[in-house]
Nanobody
Framework: QVQLVESGGGLVQAGGSLRLSCAAS????????MGWFRQAPGKEREFVAA????????VYADSVKGRFTISRDNAKNTVYLQMNSLKPEDTAVYLC?????????????????WGQGTQVTVSS
């Protein structure tokens, strides 16, 4: 089992920045690809960004490419999501997840462990 706890969400004006963190505990000795997803009210959960276990490969949704950066520090068992140039449409609950694969996966079905999420609200 892996437990994931997100932090760093909040209220920010459009154009601003936030940095989300996801701390992992439990079976952190195993190798997991990690991802960030988001879910807005009334909408399905959608992929945002993912990183391989090594951090050497990353992938992004087109909607955030060039604005968001995913990174990880395996020594601290923590994954980050730096979000710049935020837009109102980025408003959602952001969730981190650990995949059963070591590569950066965009497929929600490959993620076995989920955090509770952190709210990000971007005002116009």
């Amino acid at each position: 089992q892996v437990q994931l706890v997100e932090s760093g969400g909040g209220l920010v004006q459009a154009g601003g920045s936030l940095r989300l963190s996801c701390a992992a505990s439990g079976r952190t000795g195993s190798r997991y690809g990690m991802g960030w997803f988001r879910q807005a009210p009334g909408k399905e959960r959608e992929f945002v960004a993912a990183t391989s276990w090594s951090g050497g490969n990353t992938v992004y949704a087109d909607s955030v490419k060039g604005r968001f950066t995913i990174s990880r520090d395996n020594a601290k068992n923590t994954v980050y999501l730096q979000m710049n140039s935020l837009k109102p449409e980025d408003t959602a609950v952001y969730l981190c997840a650990a995949a059963r694969v070591v590569y950066a996966s965009t497929y929600i079905s490959q993620y076995d462990y989920w955090g509770q999420g952190t709210q990000v609200t971007v005002s116009s």
